[in-house]
Nanobody, 120 residues
Framework: QVQLEESGGGLVRSGGSLRLSCTASRSIFSGNRLAWYRQAPGKQRELVATITGDGDTNYAQSVKGRFTVARSNARTMYLQMNSLTREDAAVYYC???????????????WGKGTQVIVSS
């Protein structure tokens, strides 16, 4: 069983920056699709950023130009968040889809989340 653990959340002032990290208990990140999601109180979980196995990235419109997702190695990925606003406050989750066969079937892994609080 693989565990994902997020870190780097906390309290930041509006306009500030945070870098979230996601560390896997095994080397599963290389070549697989990774993502960051977030969920604010009373709202559905939403996709924030993805990075494919080839390194292509995609972002939600609300964070485009401010957030950057990167895979550091086979066990670590990051989400750099700049120019934070109160609308970015949420619990952030990392996600990995690990392909297990040539047909593309895979297993999903989720972290437990790290909270980001943005003060005015």
């Amino acid at each position: 069983q693989v565990q994902l653990e997020e870190s780097g959340g906390g309290l930041v002032r509006s306009g500030g920056s945070l870098r979230l990290s996601c560390t896997a208990s095994r080397s599963i990140f290389s070549g697989n699709r990774l993502a960051w999601y977030r969920q604010a109180p009373g709202k559905q979980r939403e996709l924030v950023a993805t990075i494919t196995g080839d390194g292509d990235t995609n972002y939600a419109q609300s964070v485009k130009g401010r957030f950057t997702v990167a895979r550091s190695n086979a066990r670590t990925m990051y989400l750099q968040m700049n120019s934070l606003t109160r609308e970015d406050a949420a619990v952030y989750y990392c996600y990995a889809y690990v392909v297990v066969n040539v047909e593309g079937a895979g297993v999903e892994y989720w972290g437990k989340g790290t909270q980001v609080i943005v003060s005015s």
